[in-house]
């Protein structure tokens, strides 16, 4: 089992749809979750944190479920320009304090005019 | 006021042969990394280097070694290139060394084909 599986789509929605993006890890002891964004042939950027208690940041909302090892990104009202790679990213702590980052295969957003 | 940058952006190369990608980031951050992208879009850490001193190496052949000359540039070097080393290369950094799970600031990338 990959220790953090994402869904690799493509989701196609048209523009303003809500669409949602899972994420699921196998190591409880991860400590850190991300969500990144990659648009193609480029370099991947920090999209945002994600927090237990849920946080948000205009149209993108990120949630954490520890219980069950699942991260969830949610788009509201998409924009042509959200059409891009979603990586999830889990770090969970090495020896010292040393964090190792594990990358989601990525899930593709096409969005529509 | 590129951020992170690394050359080449694209290296085309025969197996067997040695190359090397350099990066840089002006950033003032103390912890830098290497990634590897393949074809399938994982990405995998390689390295981490600290204050030019390896903190994280993975499970990578030993025909790949990075060097630190100063906490700016992280360099690597492939010896022997194999068709499997195809793929893109990415390098990153981050904020103090005892926090790493900051945001990583990415380059832009080298892709590297091996024929």
């Known amino acids: 089992r990959k220790e953090v599986e994402q869904d690799p789509g493509p989701f196609n929605v048209p523009e303003g749809a809500t669409v949602a993006f899972n994420c699921t890890y196998s190591n409880s002891a991860s400590q850190s979750f991300f969500w990144y964004r990659q648009d193609c042939r480029k370099e991947p950027k920090l999209l945002m944190s994600?927090?237990?208690s849920g946080n948000e940041d205009g149209r993108f909302t990120a949630q954490l479920n520890r219980a069950s090892q699942y991260i969830s990104l949610l788009i509201r009202d998409s924009k042509l320009s959200d059409s891009a790679t979603y990586l999830c990213v889990v770090i969970t702590r090495g020896s010292g304090n040393t964090g190792k980052l594990i990358f989601g295969q990525g899930t593709t957003l096409q969005v529509k005019p | 006021d590129t951020a992170v940058s690394q050359t080449p952006k694209y290296l085309v190369t025969q197996m067997g042969n040695d190359k090397s990608i350099k990066c840089e980031q002006n950033l003032g951050h103390d912890t830098m990394y290497w990634y590897k992208q393949d074809s399938k879009k994982f990405l995998k850490i390689m390295f981490s280097?600290?204050?030019?001193?390896?903190?994280i190496n993975e499970t990578v052949p030993n025909r790949f070694s990075p060097k630190s000359p100063d906490k700016a540039h992280l360099n690597l070097h492939i010896n022997s290139l194999e068709l499997g080393d195809s793929a893109v290369y990415f390098c990153?950094?981050?904020?103090?060394?005892?926090?790493?799970?900051?945001?990583?600031?990415f380059g832009p990338g080298t892709r590297l084909t091996v024929t």
């Open positions: 994600v927090y237990s």
């Open positions: 280097y600290n204050n030019k001193e390896l903190i």
């Open positions: 990153a950094s981050s904020p103090l060394s005892d926090r790493p799970f900051y945001e990583q600031y």
